[in-house]
């Protein structure tokens, strides 16, 4: 991404609240739940983690309540995994607007990122009520939750741009990517602590950008976790790097969407 490319994403910004708010208008619109949809998912999810890993498998949770440790990776892993899903066919459902006006192409998928912020922040009013249920005592770590998010929103953005890109050339992409979300929650630390996986193990599994995103977001919550700086750092240097490799990868790509899509 170029300097140019940032200036033009800058001129565009109008377009991009644009595309953010019909997302937002689009998703809700006839739903009889309206935004209540944003706590539901990550509620029920939570609810079924609950009764299946914390009480018949009786999976530890680090001495913290079960359905708050749950509820609080699903609520980022929520935001990934739902916007990647929509963020992954933006370009191919609006492929009348792809060959007829011009505009930087990453405001599609950039767009269905920041809506996916509203129901992120909505599913944040429970975790709220989760705390003061258990009487959760957070400290001024707490106040980087800002930054996890960004970083959050980083993973989001790398994973959307490739598969975006590579939905309008192999549709299989649509097929694959349901399967491929399942198989990221589970090598994720959602439904189970990082001191579950034997400690030889760890740096490898922390190449995966959402294992930094799901641990420090905890440790935000919860200053009793220890917070692993060299896994967790490692786990967003490799979220930095997959934006910035899936923002060149989209850009390359850009020139031939019209032609192939």
Known sequence: MTSDSITELWRYRELLYFFAWREIKVRYRQAALGVAWAVIQPLFAMIIFTLLFGKLARVPSEGI??????????LPWTYFSSVLALASNSL??????????YFPR???????????????????????????????HTSWVLLLSPLVILITMLVTMGV??????ANVRYRDVRY???????????ATPIIYPVSMIPERFRPILALNPCWGMVSAFRACVFPQLPFDFKLI??????????????????????KSFADVI
């Open 92 to 101: 191919v459902s609006n492929d009348s607007l792809l060959t007829k006006v």
């Open 160 to 165: 959307s741009m490739v598969m975006a890109a």
């Open 106 to 136: 990453v405001l599609l998928p950039a767009g269905t990122a920041l809506a996916g912020l509203v129901d992120l922040a909505i599913g944040s009013f429970l975790l709220v009520g989760l705390m003061l249920y258990y009487h959760v």
């Open 65 to 74: 309540p079960y359905p708050i440790f749950c509820y609080t990776a699903l």
């Open 176 to 186: 694959a990517l349901p399967f491929l979300i399942q198989i990221w929650l589970f």
């Open 233 to 254: 750092g490692t786990s967003i240097g490799v979220a930095v790097l997959l934006f910035l490799g899936g923002a060149y990868y989209f850009y390359r790509a850009e």
